[in-house]
């Protein structure tokens, strides 16, 4: 392998995760035309349809093209980042089609690379969403969650050496009542990112409800620590897809999380780009 290579392999303890950030924004700057960007999404299951409602798509940037990104690993889920000009602002947002799992085993670095990237790209804000399970049986399948707190099970952190990161208010107190100023019903509650990549037994979603967990996940907890580390504004949109296991009677499946996510698209879709609107 060669230096720069060798420079730019985030799974190598000798780089700098940091300094391959500031590479994959220098390459979002050249490949979208824009010295930098405003706001960043990362589009979780379900969510993949919304960002066409945010603006304009200016540029779409294929993963592979920038330092540290690979291609998407799951199903239903893009393998591209876009630069969108947001309707009625002069704000462009960074929308990250994918997002790298920790269950892919690619290490926690690559999870929180799209947000180090979007905050090497100049982004003060990063919308953060997903797909998960959902502990309250009144969350019918496509119902969308703001996330007001979050346990973060995976056992692992995307902070390196002695840094005390504050974690009081990740979930932006600002950004929490804007969301709720366009949607005023919209409940809040608690993620809990487990693992996965299989999804809980009962008795662990049980375990969750009892450590104060409303929503079920594989995401977002490690990459809102990152974002906080980077000095962004975090607000977290849970699209509950399915009951968590064991709330209802029927066994869960990633074609039902897809469906649910295409049924619940416009209505996402409205509430991320009016929310986006008023960043
Ligand atoms: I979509 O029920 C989706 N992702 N852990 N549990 C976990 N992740 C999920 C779930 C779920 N649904």
């Given amino acids: 392998m060669t230096d720069a290579a060798t420079a730019l392999d985030l799974q190598d303890p000798a780089t700098d995760p940091f300094e391959v950030a500031r590479s994959a924004a220098a390459v979002v700057a050249e490949r979208t035309g824009a010295d930098h960007h405003d706001i960043a999404l990362v589009l979780g299951s379900g969510w993949g349809q919304t960002a066409d409602l945010v603006g304009e798509t200016v540029a779409t940037v294929d993963n592979t093209e920038v330092p540290g990104f690979a291609k998407a690993a799951v199903a239903g889920h893009s393998g591209t980042m876009r630069s969108v000009a947001v309707a009625g602002t002069a704000r462009r947002a960074l929308v990250f089609g994918t997002r790298t799992h920790y269950y892919e085993g690619r290490g926690v670095r690559a999870v929180v690379h799209a947000v180090r990237t979007a905050a090497a790209a100049g982004c003060r804000t990063v919308v953060l969403t997903n797909g998960c399970g959902g502990l309250d049986p009144a969350w019918r399948p496509g119902t969308p969650v703001l996330i007001r707190d979050h346990i973060n099970l995976t056992a692992d952190s995307p902070i390196e050496g002695a840094n005390f990161v504050d974690l009081t208010d990740l979930y932006s107190p600002r950004l929490r009542s804007l969301a709720r100023e366009v949607e005023p019903d919209l409940d809040e509650g608690v993620y809990v990112q487990f693992r996965g ?43 509950v897809t399915n009951p968590a296991a064991g709330i209802s009677d029927v066994p869960l499946s990633h074609q039902e999380v897809i469906e649910a996510g295409q049924a619940a698209a416009e209505r996402c879709g409205r509430l991320l780009a009016a929310v986006v609107a008023r960043i």
């Fill in 197 to 239: 990549p299989h999804y809980e037994t009962p008795a662990e979603v049980q375990m969750a409800r009892t450590i104060g967990g409303d929503l079920v996940g594989m995401s977002t907890a490690l990459e809102a620590i990152a974002a906080r580390q980077a000095g962004l504004e975090v607000l977290g949109i849970s699209l």
